[in-house]
């Protein structure tokens, strides 16, 4: 079945970096996009960013946009999310998702992982 995995959260100061790692497997070929969800506490999940199966196209929503880069390895079937100049309001349990087609888009995904908690604090 499908599996996504996410790693590389933690506690960070502002201003610094995070990249944050979600490994995927049980889909078949390359055909599934990816996107980047975060969840702060008693705030609506937001939709961060997202890459399309093969075009590499992207999204970013405006509060990360400018900070952030997401990124596939195909070969290592891994989406990479990347983020610089974190602020305490980034802070929130980050999770991807995907589903099986092609387009970067933030709504009806299938599959999901069970999340990564970003910190962000002095």
């Known amino acids: 079945q499908v599996q996504l995995v996410e790693s590389g959260g933690g506690l960070v100061q502002p201003g610094g970096s995070l990249r944050l790692s979600c490994a995927v497997s049980?889909?078949?070929?390359?055909?599934?996009?990816i996107g980047w969800f975060r969840q702060a506490p008693e705030k609506e999940r937001e939709g961060v960013s997202c890459?399309?199966?093969?075009?590499?196209?992207?999204y970013y929503a405006d509060s990360v946009k400018g900070r952030s880069a997401i990124s596939r390895d195909n070969a290592k079937n891994t989406v990479y999310l990347e983020m610089n100049g974190l602020k305490p309001e980034d802070t929130a349990v980050y999770y991807c998702?995907?589903?099986?087609?092609?387009?970067?888009?933030?709504?009806?995904?299938?599959?999901w992982g069970q999340g990564t908690q970003v910190t962000v604090s002095s």
């Open positions: 049980g889909f078949t070929d390359d055909y599934y996009a």
């Open positions: 890459i399309s199966s093969n075009t590499g196209k992207t």
């Open positions: 998702a995907a589903y099986l087609g092609a387009m970067c888009i933030m709504t009806d995904y299938t599959y």
